[in-house]
């Protein structure tokens, strides 16, 4: 990854336009032109820096939830319970970390009733309780990752 | 604001990513039949509601070598939480910054951010520092390190598939 790439990452997490030709703009700002910049973008995909470019949605104004949650697993049924957790389709961001509360993950729903559900059943499943954690505030960051 | 038929079409065409061509929005009206200047309308208001928040990109920093991936967790006196979380949302390497309820006994934090960095002392060290220069060290707080990743789908969600009534929404 270049200097250009680096500049092109970081314009294309603050989004770009909706208009005719999106890319011009971030075309200029680095100095190639659109069909150069599309390869580079397209590289970026393919090595899996970048998600797709598409819309990011707000789940909670798509009439959804999206909920953290953390779990205290025994080490020895971590394995185990992680599957048991990732078989739910809901399920996104499954994490390990380093804490007494171990397994961290994201549960997202159509509905906002039904997170609810999914956790029940991931409890009733694994025989371990779930913290649900959802959002109440997002304070708004600025700048994103900047790389 | 009520989403049409038309509207789950166009969002079922475009959550997977959209073409990387110069004109991609006349690319995907083709494909439903609209014209570009009608997408273009369309995903404007759709983005003006706050359905669409951006058409941008979610970098996978595990694939850029941002493999210390802190949850900075803090428990915040709750009349202070809308300016300490207000602080920590301003620092740059911040990516993240939420309230979130307690649940105690086991629980007791009620802000969580993250900081992503190349090496874990590297984060620590600019915690510190977040620490000192905001004069939060009487604010109790965790630092969780990320050990492993199961499943890093990007926040793409918002499957809503054509000829369908009922909305389908899911990860991945």
Redesign the interface.
């Given at each position: 990854m270049d200097d250009i790439d680096r500049r092109l990452v970081n314009s294309l997490q603050d989004g770009l336009p909706v208009t005719r030709r999106p890319f011009d703009g971030l075309a200029d700002a680095v100095g190639l032109g659109v069909p150069e910049v599309l390869d580079r973008i397209q590289c970026l995909l393919d090595a899996g820096v970048l998600s797709r470019f598409g819309p990011m949605f707000n789940a909670e104004q798509l009439g959804g939830a999206l909920s953290l949650c953390a779990m205290e697993i025994p080490e020895a049924r971590f394995e185990q319970v992680a599957g048991q957790v990732n078989a739910h389709p809901e399920v996104a961001h499954n994490y390990a970390r380093e804490h007494r509360l171990n397994m961290w993950f994201v549960v997202a729903t159509e509905e906002a009733t039904q997170a609810a559900d999914v956790i029940a059943a991931i409890e009733q499943e694994t025989g371990c309780k779930v913290y649900d954690m959802p959002k109440q505030e997002e304070f708004y960051i600025g700048l994103k990752l900047t790389v | 604001m009520v989403l049409t038929d038309t509207d789950r079409e166009l969002?079922a065409a475009?959550?997977?990513?959209?073409p990387?061509?110069?004109?991609?929005?006349?690319a995907v009206g083709t494909q439903l039949g609209l014209s570009?200047a009608e997408l273009?309308v369309r995903?404007?208001e759709?983005?003006n509601?706050?359905?669409?928040?951006?058409?941008?990109?979610?970098?996978?920093?595990r694939?850029?070598g941002?493999r210390a991936?802190a949850?900075v967790v803090w428990d915040v006196p709750d009349n202070e939480?809308e300016r300490v979380?207000?602080l920590?949302?301003?620092e740059?390497c911040?990516?993240?910054?939420?309230?979130?309820?307690r649940?105690l006994p086991?629980?007791p934090y009620n802000l969580?951010c993250m900081i992503?960095g190349r090496e874990r002392d590297i984060v620590l060290r600019r915690l510190a520092q977040i620490i000192e220069i905001n004069d939060l060290q009487a604010i109790a707080h965790?630092v969780?390190?990320?050990?492993?990743?199961?499943?890093?789908?990007?926040?793409?969600?918002?499957a809503i598939t054509p000829g369908l009534p009922v909305?389908?929404?899911?990860?991945?």
């Open positions: - | 969002i475009i959550q997977q990513g959209l990387m061509v110069s004109r991609p929005y006349a570009e273009i995903l404007t759709l983005q509601a706050g359905l669409i928040k951006r058409m941008g990109v979610v970098v996978r920093h694939a850029l941002y991936n949850m939480l979380g207000r920590l949302a301003a740059t911040v990516t993240l910054c939420y309230q979130r309820p649940r086991g629980w969580f992503h965790s969780l390190f990320s050990s492993r990743s199961f499943k890093q789908r990007g926040a793409h969600y918002a909305r389908r929404l899911s990860y991945g």
